[in-house]
């Protein structure tokens, strides 16, 4: 197992605004979020340095739910991750290292 840590978004988060109205369920887009900011931090590169693979959604998540964030590190650099909620999976996926943006010619 590689890293691990743990997160939990407040019911007040502005995500959660409309997603949706009496049912709140956390975006997709705020695990992943999560997720590479984890990766990021871990290996001191920050978030700039990740983009998506692959991701799958397994269940819906509901503010105030603990989530586990693992990741491990494969051969060619990418991080398969992992996302749980009370050992019930939630997301997994591969991130990719990110490309460098092009240095403008002086």
Sequence with gaps: MGAVTTVTIAAEHPALAGHFPGAPILPGVLLLD???????QERAQGARGWRIGAAKFLKPVRP???????????????????????????????????????????
């Design 64 to 106: 105030g739910e603990t989530l586990t964030l693992e990741h491990d590190a494969l051969p060619n650099g990418s991080i398969t991750f992992r996302i749980s909620s009370a050992g019930q999976p939630v997301a997994h996926g591969i991130l990719l290292p990110g490309k460098r943006a092009a240095r403008a010619a002086p």
């Design 34 to 40: 999560e997720m590479v900011r984890a990766v990021g």
